[in-house]
Each structure stands twice: as C-alpha cells, then as structure tokens.
C-alpha cells in the first residue's frame, strides 16, 4: 500500500528527485512552469496539488509552483504522474524553441 502525500514523504520525493533526476526537475520547470530559461531547479515541496521549486533562470532565484493536472492520492500516485510528467516534457518542444524555427 502507498504512503500518504505528508511532509515527510514529500521530503523523501525530492531528495529523490533532486539527487537522482536533478535534469526532470529542470524539465519540470521549463515546461511546466513555463520557465524555458531555468538553467537549475531543485524540488522542494510536494502536495496533492502540486509541486513547488526552486529555479535559477539568469543567476536569479525564484520560486515557482507547478499544479498537477489532478489531486494526488497517495505516495504511489506522485510516482506515477511525476514520471509521465518528465516524458510529456520531453516530447513537447520548450516555448523559446518553438518561437526561435518561425
């Protein structure tokens, strides 16, 4: 059976995600949170609802909150959309390529 989303596991989800798949959670940013530039990003909090991080974009840092496109139910359901998350941004071109081959 799957955890519950508390503070705790949130921690654990982004000490994974941050020491093991530090390039999804700058995917995350890019797309997601519409940030092409972001050049780092670290998870820091994970709820139901969303995911928030921390991103340098031109040496400034800034918080940015990206919503899930529904409520999480547990631990396993985080692991799940997380991972489809990274493989829909990598399929999608980033905002600042789109504009730059027109």
Known sequence: ???PLTPTISD??????NEDHAEAVVLYAQVFGDRPQTE???MVAVDP?????SIEVQETMEMLRIPFDHVLQDSEDAH???IAMVRQARTRPLQNEKQATH
Request: net charge positive.
């Open 40 to 42: 780092k990003a670290q």
């Open 12 to 17: 654990r989800i982004c000490k994974h995600m």
């Open 1 to 3: 059976m799957a955890d």
């Open 49 to 53: 609802q969303g995911m928030d991080l």
């Open 80 to 82: 799940q959309t997380l």
